[in-house]
């Protein structure tokens, strides 16, 4: 009683300070908010225009435009860092679910990779004799990736609370600024595709790095054409890389949002050190150990095979000898055995789960509701993919092999969607596995007729009967009894699930990241939409479906982790 006594004054004065904060939370928010729309609707429009040439918007000022965010977002993010670290009180907690270090090392993995991409760029642009502002665009972004991830990677966790609206509208900026060079990479890489697979229906759209000598022609070095071997291996080298730019740029922004809701966050005693859930980093004994070998085993397999299946469609889909119908039914046959193991594999996750008495965690938990969210929101373009090509082939009525597939692909697509997010939402509500079930009764209410006298211990008595001698017979059985739960068999079931599905996602994020497009291979959507209906569909719909991917990855380790 003494204890508490104790503590209530150093904990009302934060009562009232607190007050003030909650009231102009939502006023700070909602101005950030806007300043982000702002901006991000600016950004829409000038890459959009720039991606057509009938519109007169020139891709240099799509280029001056993402070059001024990238240099006002990397300076706002150095006056973070000098800020903080000349205030320590400005980050009095940390929240332990943000930032996980798997999310944090995919950043940095993507980011050497869009560094690689920058190097490219500006070599192209050098060979190309571009003008000054594509020169500087590449070597902005370079600098803009280095101080961002090294900011992520050191203030990802951090609950500000000083200079509120201005931190918020800070984070708001640089989250807009990496969704606007994703909206460009994706514009290049699609309008890149559409005109690969467009050739025969005269489709005139270039992409920003094949210039259109039509509207080159008034630029810097718009005589000089791309025809040297150094400035072709450039120009193929950035659309290889471009998948990697897109992650980066979307895991800084989901990064960016958490620390958004963060700032004033107060966090108690209590929770700010929870991290068992959530977020958690894992041991290494725990990381390779305590899986039956046939999710990982099996997973492998089909990453191996998806990759032989990836290289054979692009060989024959490209190439001249006409086996583009044989390429699509490999392509659409391994498809359809990957998904159909990972509907099962998902639903017995699911049922799994029906078994286990692992406690439900309801904290708050601002990664976690934006894991769901992203989820449930990626999905939706891969959703409308393949309800758009249900529609085509049933009403259609295509003839042959290959409309089944299609079809059978398509509804595989939905109920994989679907029972992969019900598995990986409720991996994710899911407490650590020692965490009992609330559900089961306490046991005070059972000791309120009990006698209190005997409720104390008699000082005579041993609490339990020991052996003679020091022997760690006690610290190992304790050891055994809190890794029992761990070695249980379901524990190891949802392992192998969540290992298996890992790598299923990976091959299938590498095959649509790296220019596999059966959507315009395949005839029957095309020729019931028509190209430019189609088009529009499969560009706007598929880069969500390949960030669903690579998301899906991210919390299937976490489920894996918390597992």
């Keep these: 009683m003494s204890e508490e006594l104790a503590t209530r004054p150093e904990e009302s004065p934060r009562a009232p300070r607190a007050g003030p904060r909650e009231v102009w939370r939502k006023g700070g928010r909602l101005l950030s908010v806007l300043l982000a729309l702002k901006v991000l609707l600016l950004a829409c429009t000038l890459i959009s225009g720039g991606a057509f040439n009938k519109v007169a918007v020139y891709d240099t000022d799509v280029f001056a435009l993402l070059t001024t965010m990238m240099l ?71 600098v803009f990736v280095i101080v961002q991830t090294y900011f992520l990677w050191v203030s990802a966790k951090d609950c500000i609370h000083i200079h509120l609206d201005l931190t918020r509208c800070g984070l708001m900026f640089t989250l807009t600024t990496n969704l606007a060079v994703w909206m460009a990479a994706v514009v290049d890489e699609s309008v890149h595709q559409a005109h690969f697979h467009s050739s025969s229906h005269g489709n005139a759209s270039h992409s920003r790095l094949a210039p259109d000598p039509e509207r080159e022609g008034s630029q810097v070095g718009g005589d000089c054409p791309c025809d040297t071997a150094i400035c072709q291996i450039f120009q193929k080298a950035c659309f290889y890389l471009y998948p990697f730019n897109i992650e980066y740029s979307l895991f800084a922004s989901t990064m960016l949002y958490v620390m958004w809701k963060n700032v004033g966050r107060l966090l108690a005693s209590s929770t700010h050190g929870h991290g ?42 490209s190439g001249e000898g006409g086996h583009t119908q044989q390429a699509l039914l490999i392509y659409y046959g391994f498809n359809i055995i990957c998904l159909g193991l990972m509907t ?25 509701t934006l894991d769901v969210a992203l989820l449930m929101g990626a999905a939706l373009g891969q959703y409308a993919i393949s309800y758009y090509s249900i529609v085509a082939v049933v009403i259609g009525m295509p003839r042959g092999l290959l409309g089944g597939l299609n079809l059978a692909h398509a509804l595989l697509t939905i109920a994989q969607h679907t029972f992969q997010n019900v598995f990986i939402i409720e991996s994710l509500h899911r407490g650590p596995p020692g965490a009992k079930p609330h559900e089961t009764p306490p046991k005070e209410p059972s000791l309120s007729f009990a006698n209190l006298d005997a409720l104390h211990p008699l000082p005579t008595c041993p609490p339990t009967p020991r052996p003679v001698g020091p022997s760690p017979a006690g610290p190992q059985e304790a050891k055994a009894i809190t890794l029992a739960p761990r070695g249980h068999w379901r524990r190891r079931c949802l392992k192998d699930i969540s290992l298996f599905l890992l790598l299923c996602n990976v091959i299938l994020w590498i095959m649509p990241a790296f220019g596999a497009r059966p959507h315009f291979s395949n005839k029957v959507e095309v020729g019931f939409y028509g190209y430019s209906l189609w088009a529009a569909i499969v560009n706007i719909c598929l880069p969500f479906g390949i960030f669903y991917r690579m998301h899906a990855v991210s919390s299937l380790l976490e489920v894996y982790v918390l597992s």
């Design 72 to 142: 006002l977002a990397a300076l706002w993010i150095l006056f973070y860092l000098l800020r903080t670290a000349r205030f320590p009180d400005a980050v009095p907690y940390r929240d332990a679910h943000a930032g996980p270090i798997w999310l944090r090392g995919g950043l940095v993995l993507f980011g050497i990779c869009t560094l690689v991409m920058d190097v490219f760029k500006t070599g192209y642009y050098f060979s190309f004799f571009e003008s000054a502002i594509k020169i500087l665009h590449p070597l902005t972004q370079a």
């Design 276 to 317: 068992q859930g959530h977020g958690q980093a894992p041991s290494r004994v725990s990381l390779f150990q305590e899986t039956f070998f046939a999710g990982p085993v099996l997973g492998l397999m089909l990453l191996v095979v998806g990759l032989a299946v990836f290289i054979i469609y692009e060989v024959q889909v």
């Design 344 to 368: 099962l594999v998902s639903l017995s996750g699911s049922v799994i789960y029906r078994f286990d008495r692992r406690a439900m965690d309801h904290h708050k938990n601002p990664t976690r």
